[in-house]
């Protein structure tokens, strides 16, 4: 199979086309060595040398991510931090980086603790606001500028062509945590991003079973050979059986994410007005903020994610949470199952998420039954 000849849906189903050459197995091979034979004559001419960062079990599902965020190579982590991290690392200390005030929790604190002690300058502006983003621009001395769309757990909007265009005048890279997107439905390295980042445990792997992240770039230049050096210095790979999973669930990404966009759209029109709830948060709403920009950047849905906010503030919302039956209470997202929290009490101090806000991520579940969970659990 030529994957240039087919849909994306088409290549990622069959991983490419690629097959065993010794058995003619259509699953790939687990590969589980750590290390590999050096020649008679002290070379490495098979191009492996140690699984940390040669691992042959990386191969597929790294070409399948390239091919589907068309992009130049892509590499597998350990997490989506440790993914993340990895592009702030590739930095250097006294280097200034401008990301989002509404951003993942867990990253928004290291950037903030870690990375500032470390030395980076970092500085969070609102990134549904363009003249903001422009005005913290410090050319010459801003590196990077990272975004979140949609970015958890309001869901804000960034409007990736232009983020990438005022990035590249002060010659700084865009980097853009598409996770919630996914290459469904955001290809950002075409909108002019220069690396995008998954947390490949949400939708990419979606069977929460793994915990992976991945970067792909769009081009193989001397930033993306220093962040493949943090990742094989700092050890932050995955193992060879996360990986074959992880190939195992891109595969059947083209059918999850629709089906979580279709639900979690229907889920959210019904909830608008609704006499126990405040507000729906949810870009597939034409009277969202951010609608206009995910409208012509996103293709086939808004995504699996949305919030809501309760009317009766936090004690409610998560009593509310408590009383659901189908819907799962649990922190993340992105997998075959809905799930709910209440995700200001994860997040705590400092967290930008509304305290009557409940999470909700979408799953592949019959949204009628979904819709009729929420509602016997907001009746009470």
Known sequence: MDPKHVKPASAAAQALG???????????????????????????????????????????????????????QAALFSSGMAAATAVFQALAPGDHVVAPKVMYWALRNWLLGFASQWGLKVELVDMADLAAIRHAMQPGRTKLVWIETPANPTWVITDIAAAAEIAHQAGARLAVDSTTASPVLTQPLALGADLVMHSATK?????????????VTARDDEVWQRIKKVRAQLGGVPGSLDAW???????????????????????????????????????GLPTAAGHAVAARQMRGGFGGMLSLRIKGGETAAIATAAR??????ATSLGSVESLIEHRASIEGTGSPAPADMLRLSTGIEDAGDLIADLEQALAV
């Open 324 to 329: 659901v039956q189908l819907w799962q209470r």
């Open 203 to 215: 939708y990419l792997n979606g069977h929460s079973d793994v915990v992976a992240g991945a970067l």
């Open 245 to 283: 999973l992880l190939l195992r669930g891109m595969r059947t990404l083209f059918v999850r994410v629709p089906a979580a966009c279709r639900g979690a759209q229907r889920i959210a029109e019904h909830f608008t007005g609704h006499p126990r709830i405040e507000a729906v948060l949810y870009p």
């Open 18 to 72: 690629w097959v065993d050459e010794k058995t003619r197995a259509i699953a790939p091979v687990i590969h589980t060595a750590t290390t590999y034979l050096r020649d008679e004559d002290n070379q490495y001419r098979s191009g492996r040398i140690y699984a940390r960062a040669d691992n042959p079990a990386f191969d597929q599902a790294e070409a399948l991510l390239a091919h589907l965020e068309l992009g130049a």
